[in-house]
């Protein structure tokens, strides 16, 4: 069973940053495809950036574009999230999950039944 344990959110201002982690167990990274969902109160899951497993191939949503960074380190088993220049709007928990393509991460709300807790991410203004 593949498992994944986010981390790194917290209560941040209008321009800082945080980098979230998220640890894998069950296979190792250098099989999987991941990517980070966030959801806001009353909404799905988002796709906000996936990363590929074989290639160095990775995609972002347009409202992060420029701001966010996806990366991995496979002897970690770790994928982060770099977040810089956060936002008011960027406020969620976020989640990170296995992906079958890396455009699953264009999905409105996308379906998945191993759901971790996430990491709460608060921007004030």
């Known amino acids: 069973q593949v498992q994944f344990v986010e981390s790194g959110g917290g209560l941040v201002q209008s321009g800082s940053s945080l980098r979230l982690s998220c640890v894998v167990s069950?296979?190792?990274?250098?099989?999987?495809?991941v990517g980070w969902f966030r959801q806001a109160p009353g909404k799905g899951r988002e796709g906000v950036s996936c990363i590929g497993s074989t290639h160095d191939i990775v995609y972002y949503a347009e409202s992060v574009k420029g701001r966010f960074t996806i990366s991995r380190d496979n002897a970690k088993n770790t994928v982060y999230l770099q977040m810089n220049s956060l936002r008011p709007e960027d406020t969620a928990v976020y989640y990170c999950?296995?992906?079958?393509?890396?455009?699953?991460?264009?999905?409105?709300?996308?379906?998945?039944?191993?759901w971790g807790q996430g990491t709460q991410v608060t921007v004030s203004t």
């Open positions: 999950a296995e992906v079958s393509s890396i455009f699953k991460c264009r999905d409105k709300n996308y379906a998945y039944d191993g």
């Open positions: 069950g296979l190792g990274l250098e099989y999987l495809a």
